[in-house]
């Protein structure tokens, strides 16, 4: 039991500072120290700092998931509004961190995707599973007519996510929502707009 909880230790320190200061200047030094963990003792947890921080990045994304699945979910509210309201929710999210952290998964994608195969493979894994309950809520507006047709809704959730991402790339250089809020204006005026009637 004293092994596992020390393990979690390490995974939340390693949460935080991976958040706060990126993969590499993250170093085992820094998440044990922020563990209040003794030297040596990641290593009787984890093989190696890759193999870390991809287990960093599913707790990361299991977050995210409970948050899509929040916001999408079937209340009665319109596809479109759900879209809406999960990018709300992300929003209010960034903006307590004065539009400085951004997204885990974008960043670690921007500094490991070069460097890791493992890490890189699990990032093309979690943006697939990530799309699929955008894709289910745009096929519901696309069959009610709410949402273009023009694009199949995988391809639409796709261009949601990446779009999204380098909305928020560009809010850190920023450290201004102006690029969140424009993405959102123009996104809803246009691929998910009303289909125009014949």
């Given at each position: 039991m004293a092994r596992q909880s020390l393990r979690e230790k390490l995974l939340d320190a390693g949460f935080r500072t991976i958040w706060n200061s990126g993969y590499a200047a993250a170093g085992v030094r820094d998440i044990v120290a922020a563990a209040d963990a003794r030297p040596g003792s990641f290593t009787n947890h984890f093989a190696s700092k890759e193999e870390f921080a991809g287990e960093v990045l599913d707790r990361y994304f299991a977050y995210v998931s409970g948050l899509v699945e929040a916001a999408l979910a079937q209340d009665g509210t319109p596809p479109i509004g759900r879209l809406r309201r999960y990018?709300?929710?992300?929003?209010?999210?960034?903006?307590?961190?004065?539009?400085a952290r951004g997204c885990m998964i974008g960043n670690l994608s921007l500094e490991t995707a070069v460097h890791s195969e493992p890490l890189r493979l699990q990032l093309v894994a979690i943006f697939e599973?990530?799309?699929?309950?955008?894709?289910?809520?745009?096929?519901?507006?696309?069959?009610?007519?709410?949402?273009?047709?023009?694009f199949n809704a995988d391809d639409l959730a796709d261009f949601l996510l990446s779009s999204w991402q380098g909305a928020m790339l560009r809010m850190k250089v920023e450290r201004s929502p102006a690029p969140l809020e424009r993405f959102k204006k123009i996104i809803f005026s246009t691929v998910f707009?009303?289909?125009?009637t014949q």
């Open positions: 990018l709300d929710v992300i929003t209010s999210k960034l903006e307590a961190h004065d539009w599973r990530w799309r699929q309950p955008f894709a289910a809520c745009i096929a519901e507006g696309q069959a009610a007519g709410d949402i273009t047709r023009a707009a009303k289909e125009p």
